[in-house]
């Protein structure tokens, strides 16, 4: 019988031990590789940030209506300060990192990081800046703020106590509606954030009562009706607060009836910076009205080709009134995006995935949000904006015309493959921690970087069809000239309009839409700027990696795909396994200026 417990035995379990662990080691740095084509050493890291955000915007905002997630409104003061001390936390715990020891996958992770937890902080500042300005405007808020913290954690509350505090409310806020039009009037802009406080404190204090309406006796007697009655008032005081608001932004006035706030040249900085954009504002306009001269070029040179000599708009209105037959609108798009996948199918210039092939899908747009988006939106699926029997004799024209197959040619595949519908696909399935670090001159540069590529590239045959997709570019070109120009305080909207239908051949209602999507729906700033500008720096990169030689073109777009969202100059460094530096700026000159 073999003794185990000899001591010869044991010394040979410890070399076996040894050369398993080797062999594993060595299986390890085989497939390094692979490892960090899906994570990087800051990974964990970044997830884990992003999770104990959620987790307090969770915790201490109110519940969605389904009850199944947090509703996102206006942050309490409770919510601001943990969310600035998570914040600071996470900038001392990474300036631990021995930066100069990581990957370029982990270098570049790590200034992304530190670029969103620094933004994020300065929007609580500026948030929390803005909360005490209109403080007096709600002297109610801590009342809410304290039921909802008894909530948090169930406590028991005095019902008769609650319905007292909310009868007074109430009797306050019926006085003050009856003198809010001898009120002297207030910022606009201050105005719509008091109606976000009073909307979020609504619904702060709307799932109160949810919780103990109905399970606590003494709450359910005394509390529905006077509840009842302050919920309505409050959504009444919300919507007076911005009718007694008057625009005092530096916004030119006009009689658009658009009402933006233009965030002036120091924001446009600030933000550029945050984006590695390495140029002022007034520099992307130089850059932005350069490109529009090299599309005038093209137009005419189609429009003399089609018999109507310099006179490109005349070339244009035959080609808007190419429009399909009522109903055909769905069968085009399915039409140009074949035409799009054969063409770059049969250079081999990316992989076409079947399953993402397989999985867009289309809606038609619903005639009220045809009024902010007057062409077809897409991602996961395409969203067709054409006419519906609702909409006037006019509009049904100016909408058809507006989204005719040669216009429509260049920007089907910019929603759909191997434009937003892939981008989707591919960032759920490759580095997905880092879709938290969106930005539209990766999303909208990428989309747009394609009708670049397919228009130099002879994708569009015809004169007519080279109108279509100038149309485009000269679109994107535009969105660069009058965004800026706003957000410096230089035009008004009125102007930006105009220039769409003069300079660009815009329909008029497809021009005010566009204008009225850009600067009251949400936008950040520098969104509509991104599209050409992120499509140049695509450009360029690939003129880097692809045009010397040093990749294919499949490999620069299979391996642009696989490393998810992210600024392109950072993108580049990936690429270029460029040296980076742990407080890296923006230093790359991607346009060439004549």
Not at 65 to 87: D, F, H, W
Not at 120 to 143: G, Q, R, S, V, W
Not at 465 to 490: D, Q, V
């Amino acid at each position: 019988m073999i003794n185990f417990n000899s001591k010869a035995v044991q010394q040979l379990s410890k070399v076996v031990f040894a050369f398993f662990f080797l062999v594993q080691l060595q299986e390890v740095k085989a497939q390094a590789p692979d490892f960090y084509s899906q994570t990087s050493e800051l990974a964990p890291t970044i997830i884990r940030y992003n999770q104990d955000v959620r987790t307090l915007l969770d915790f201490y905002s109110p519940r969605a209506p389904r009850g199944y997630s947090y509703q996102p409104v206006l942050n309490s003061p409770t919510q601001r300060k943990r969310l600035a001390e998570i914040n600071q936390a996470y900038l001392q715990e990474i300036e631990q990192f021995p930066f100069e020891q990581l990957q370029v996958n982990g270098q570049v992770d790590y200034i992304l990081l530190k670029n969103q937890i620094e933004r994020f902080d300065e929007e609580l500042k500026e948030e929390e800046a803005e909360y005490e300005h209109i403080t007096a405007l709600i002297p109610f808020a801590p009342m809410v703020y304290d039921l909802e913290k008894e909530r948090l954690r169930g406590n028991t509350i005095d019902g008769e106590k609650v319905a007292k505090q909310l009868n007074m409310l109430a009797k306050t806020l019926k006085s003050t509606l009856e003198t809010f039009p001898q009120q002297p009037k207030i910022d606009m802009k201050q105005a719509v954030f008091a109606q976000e406080a009073v909307t979020a404190l609504q619904a702060r204090l709307k799932n109160v009562y949810g919780f103990y309406n109905g399970y606590d006796p003494a709450f359910t007697w005394w509390v529905p009706k006077t509840y009842e009655e302050v919920d309505s008032l409050l959504g009444k005081y919300g919507e007076a607060l911005v009718a007694n608001g008057e625009i005092r932004t530096t916004q030119k006035p006009d009689k658009s009836g658009i009402k933006g706030n233009p965030v002036g040249e120091e924001t446009l900085n600030k933000l550029l910076q945050r984006e590695f954009i390495p140029y002022t504002p007034q520099e992307l306009i130089t850059l932005a009205n350069q490109e529009f001269a090299w599309c005038d070029k093209e137009l005419l040179k189609a429009s003399k080709e089609m018999g109507f000599g310099d006179d490109w708009k005349k070339a244009q209105e035959q080609v808007k009134n190419s429009y399909v037959p009522v109903g055909k609108q769905p069968e085009l798009i399915v039409k140009l995006y074949n035409d799009a996948k054969s063409f770059i199918t049969e250079r081999d210039w990316i992989t076409w995935p079947e399953l993402a092939d397989e999985t867009w899908g289309m809606i038609m747009m619903t005639p009220e949000r045809q009024l902010v988006n007057p062409f077809f939106t897409g991602g996961r699926e395409i969203s067709i904006s054409y006419p519906t029997p609702e909409m006037s004799y006019e509009d049904k024209l100016m909408s058809m015309r507006g989204n005719n197959p040669y216009f429509s040619r260049g920007t089907v595949q910019h929603e759909l493959i191997p434009g937003h519908h892939l981008q989707y696909f591919m960032n759920s399935r490759y580095k997905p921690y880092r879709r938290e670090f969106n930005t539209p001159f990766y999303t909208e540069g990428w989309a747009l970087y394609w009708e670049l590529l397919l228009y130099e590239n002879g994708f569009a045959k015809t004169p007519e069809e080279r109108i279509g997709m100038l149309f485009w570019r000269m679109h994107r070109c535009a969105r660069i000239i009058f965004s800026l120009n706003y957000h410096l305080g230089k035009w008004s909207p009125q102007e930006c309009i105009d220039f769409l239908v003069d300079r660009v051949g815009f329909e008029q209602a497809n021009a005010e839409g566009e204008v009225r999507r850009s600067f009251q729906g949400n936008y950040p700033p520098l969104y509509q700027a991104a599209y050409l500008l992120g499509g140049i720096q695509i450009m360029g990169l690939k003129h880097e990696l692809v045009d010397s030689g040093k990749m294919s073109m499949k490999e620069f777009h299979d391996a642009f795909m696989k490393e998810n969202q992210m600024p392109i100059e950072l993108m580049r460094a990936v690429l270029t396994k460029q040296a980076l530096s742990k407080n890296f700026k923006t230093t790359w000159k991607f346009y060439d200026f004549k």
